[in-house]
């Protein structure tokens, strides 16, 4: 039988991760420019953080897009991008699971890097960059919480 595309472990059809790549790639360059603009201090971008294996055995790696700061509040950025839009809003994209998996990666960052303490948010950049016309960005602060951990309270704020 032939499949109408490549299979390898991950279903991937060839020349489309280069191009959502390159998309991603484009909307954390214009998520972070546009975070600066606001006034944060950008830490890190696409940080990876071992987490663990799954129960089949597999690594477990969480990515956080965009580490910062807004004034001594740790924000922890999640980014999408979107050619154009959709049927739903493109930060519904940052489903339950996601959620669960940026919450883990930032408590283990935040361990690691020893600002347990430090006030924090998770916050999505939504970037929709159609080809034919200017980018579109948008912050949503607050936008999810750390369900092991509940509401901070600079998530109120």
């Known amino acids: 039988m032939r499949l109408p595309f490549q299979f390898t472990a991950r279903w ?3 020349g489309r991760t280069t191009a959502r790549r390159r998309l991603g790639d484009l909307g954390e360059r214009l998520a972070v420019r546009y975070l600066r603009g606001l006034g944060f201090r950008i830490v890190a971008t696409n940080v990876e953080i071992p987490l663990g294996h799954s129960p089949s055995g ?3 790696i969480g990515e956080i897009d965009i580490v910062a700061y807004e004034g001594t509040t740790l924000v922890f950025v999640e980014v999408k991008t979107r050619v154009k839009a959709g049927l739903h809003a493109t930060e519904r994209s940052v489903d339950a699971r996601k ?10 960052y935040r361990r690691w890097f020893g600002v347990a303490a430090d006030p924090y948010r998770f916050d999505v950049v939504t970037v929709l960059a159609p080809r034919d016309a200017a980018p579109s960005i ?3 602060r607050g936008a999810f919480f750390d369900p092991l951990v509940g509401w901070t309270t600079s998530d109120r704020n």
Request: aromatic fraction near 0%; proline fraction near 5%.
């Open 58 to 60: 597999r690594s477990v």
């Open 12 to 14: 991937k059809r060839p």
């Open 138 to 140: 948008r912050l949503l």
């Open 99 to 108: 959620r669960r998996l940026i919450a883990r990666s930032a408590r283990r």
